[in-house]
């Protein structure tokens, strides 16, 4: 029985810190050199996306106001449903940008 609970022991540290490191990876931004961002033409600041190689930006366009954006609309990052476990700024924009309903 003691053996039993000093393995407990030894272990829920180890949980608690694998728990924090998934949950800091969550937090990881997206950067605009992933290949996948890349190809979507993602950029953290909307008004630098490539007009011309993506003719369907428009001015105002911004993760914060797509349908694929999960994040709170005042926060400046937050969750897409584009870049799992990852953060998406506010401001950025890609080419799958959708209008929220």
Not at 12 to 29: D, K, N, Y
Not at 74 to 91: E, R
């Amino acid at each position: 029985m003691q053996q039993a609970r000093r393995k407990f022991i030894q272990i829920v540290p180890l949980a608690g810190a694998a728990l924090l490191a998934g949950r800091a990876s969550a937090q990881t931004m997206v950067d605009e050199k992933d290949a996948q961002a890349a190809s979507l033409g993602y950029v953290a600041d909307a008004t630098r996306a490539n007009k011309s190689k993506f003719p369907k930006y428009s001015a105002g366009q911004q993760c914060s106001n797509c349908a694929l954006y999960t994040g709170k609309a005042a926060d400046a990052a937050g969750p897409c449903g584009i870049f799992p476990g990852k953060q998406v700024a506010a401001k950025g924009w890609c080419s799958a940008w959708t209008k929220k309903a």
